[in-house]
């Protein structure tokens, strides 16, 4: 009797569910076959005889669950899906809580004894383990017609491979979201549990805190390895696959349970991690499903798949350009990119031998992650070679500084020498004949070109290490490590006077000294910057002289010219940076007359108007910056349009919409102010998506700080509570990555003097001062570091002014208040000196309001005219900007002040002012409040 013979057989020996569910068991193993047995029967019930056999009576299923139904506390709202023997239903727990439940239980007709052990075998693993990367079991029992159910987590998510797909992760991301879901297998191994059904739809991810966070669902086919899950021990029937043979391993497709253990799901986790990497799993699915069971077990058993570069390297150029954008890779790099450790690793998992294998989910977790510490993993052999490659791997930066000061030295030691050659060479011209003259000249010709050639190598590598090396290094938030080799490259540079240098090594030199000033404001590093901008500036000017109409030249001193003024911006120097952007500005204009239609020239001249904007806004001309920003933002749109993807001019529209948010909020119109911020935020979003790089969450921290301070001005406290929070935390996460830069640092740290200012106003007082201690220390030390900066001094001034109200209000001690006043008085006297108009908003509101609380200190002391006259200091300061001002910052010190002289006219006309921009709350415990 052949396969089909037997198989109709069987068939036409059962009727209705069980038919059905047999046909559906061989279907799984066999599509064509059933698609034979089905015809058979059709055949069979025609026939003229059919109705001669008498009917088989069979008692009636109990009708299906329909949508709505209940079961127990909980009501069905729609089907997620139904796998071989149980149907799992989206459902609305009413009681105890309420909450989305994912309800499982036994499909209609397949409540035998087996599959009736297997869901109990299911139900009784989950509700042992306790993961959060592990769906939980919340209740269990039975329907009404006696069907078991089991109630657990709803997850909310893609299959891991769709999710990866889909949000475009690079491979360092999947790599370190499959490392959690060893984890989490790891728990469930320590748990006693084999999930034996390790697949993509099995592993669900979700983002959660716009963080990827896999689940592991569905384990009703694991097995226990520490005592019975149900009473007998569930045997398979003869020939029937237990698991989805894509992903089992060859002792599970053999069906040898006493040889399944945890290394079969390592075998499972090392598909699921070669269809991450190639977008495939290793075996075809559809040369499987169309192969018999002897078939799938012969090639899982026998036919090694190929490594995933080998697999990649035999991809379409259409398909593996998908596969590549998918990852965020470059097409041509895929295979080296897999090449070496990924091939190792995976191959290790699939090992038909599974003492070969990793022992551990968790020992393959950590070999993926020792890949990505570029560590050496053991799943190939430490050969030397090996282990100096990934040594050089991890220390890149300090490998090529190492390499570039050998090349300097080597460089010095050839220039003696050619000294000393000529030296001895000039001697023998006025001893010896002509023709020993020009072979000494004709050597010393080769000993000069040889130097040069070896000055230009040594040039090409500083370049590549702090162009190329920066833009990896940036993406991790490590510039710190750039820091030797800047230090090196400038010392070297500085020896080499412009005028003397060739055209060459003046382009390539202006490009590695920008280079090391970016990487020093980065760190806000400002006086070594500013050496290495006006270095750059000086051979950018070299050579745009000796060469007016080349745009390449005078593209790179617009460079200069703009960093080194704003270099200046950081350190307070206004006039100096007036003068240097106006030099940025004119450059750009003679770039777009030598080169009007480039995209370049369109840039830099949007650029250049939009600094002297900012000029106007610093100077409070918000009239002036007004129409420049929505002229810049007119042709930033116009510009997107030509070019949608064009990642510089998204960064513009970011920035342009940020600066009119801020002039928004200045001139008093919250809501527009409001506007611009959360468009700002959303095209931020759609960046972080697209690009992981940590500019994209600086800016968005930043907006959501700017949107945190007015909620806060519109007394809505808890939502500005929130915004801050979640502007801490973007804050925190960067500062993780680069401990060492300051800026994010004291980004940082203002958010959270920002959020004690909040739990100030509530009163919360004990929270206010946990936040304010934790701030002072890191920003003395900031101070400390970088005395030359406006903001890091202007931060240090809140913080000790918070501190000092906390001791009064809090501690009740005028004396300590005193002392931590007179300190932000002193941090703030060097801020706030100078034209009134020429300060910030910002330094003005902090010197008045610290100014105010001198004055109350001396109220309480009775000290009338100290009071009175501390006061007056303030209205004379602020009168010359509060004719027309709509600034909260002005408006609010300057009505407390008039409040506290008894000049109630003049605090109605403020409060007035205050009211009509939607302010509500002004500064903490204040007698002064616009309510």
Known sequence: MNRDDEVFGQALDLTGAEREAYLEKIGQEDPALRARVEALLKAYDSADDFMDASPVERPPLAPEEKLGDRIGHYTLIRKLGEGGCGVVYLAEQSEPVRRAVALKVIKLGMDTVEVIARFEAERQALAMMDHPDIARVFDAGATATGRPFFVMEFVDGVPITRFCDQQALPMAQRLELFARVCVALQHAHQKGIIHRDIKPSNILVSLVDGVPTPKVIDFGIAKATQGRLTEQTLLTCLNQLIGTPAYMSPEQAEARELDIDTRSDVYSLGVLLYELLTGRPPYDPRTLQQAGIDEIRRIIREIDPPRPSAAVSTLTAADRTTVAAARKAVPTRLTSVLAGDLDWIVMRCLEKQRDRRYGTASELAEDVRRHLRNEPVVARPPSWVYKTQRFVARNQLACGSAVAVLLAIIIGAIAATTQAIRATRAERVAVTERDAAETARAAEAVAREDAQRRQEQAEDLLTFMIGDFRAGLEQLGRLDLLDAVGSRAMDYFSELPARDLSDTALTRQTAALTQIGEVRMDQANYDAALTSFQAAFDRASTLSTRYPDNGDMLFERAQAEFWIGFVHRRRGGFAAEREWMTRYRDSAVALAALEPESLRSQHELVYGHHNLAVLDFDRGDYGAALQGFEAEHQQIVAMLRDHPEDLQLQRGHVDVLSWLGQIAEREGDFGEAERFFTEMGTLLERLMEVSGHPRWKLRHAQGLAFLGDLQARRNELSAARATNQQARSEFGELVEQDPANQLWQVSALSLELQDAGVALTERQFAEAEQMVSRCLPQLEALVAAEPTSRKFGYHLAAAAR???????????????????????????????????????????????????????????????????????????????LLSTTHDWRLLVPAAMAHQALGQTDQAAIMQQRLTDIGYRRAFPFSSFDPQ
């Open 802 to 880: 918070l501190d000092a109200t906390l001791k009064l209000l809090h501690h009740q001690d005028p004396e300590a208040a005193r002392a931590a006043i007179q300190w932000a008085q002193s941090l703030l006297a060097p801020l706030a000196t100078g034209e009134v108009e020429r300060i910030e908003r910002y330094v003005l509101h902090e010197y008045a309001v610290t100014e105010l609380f001198v004055a109350d200190l001396a109220r309480n002391e009775m000290d009338a005219s100290a009071h009175r006259a501390q006061i007056q200091r303030v209205i004379d300061r602020l009168s010359p």
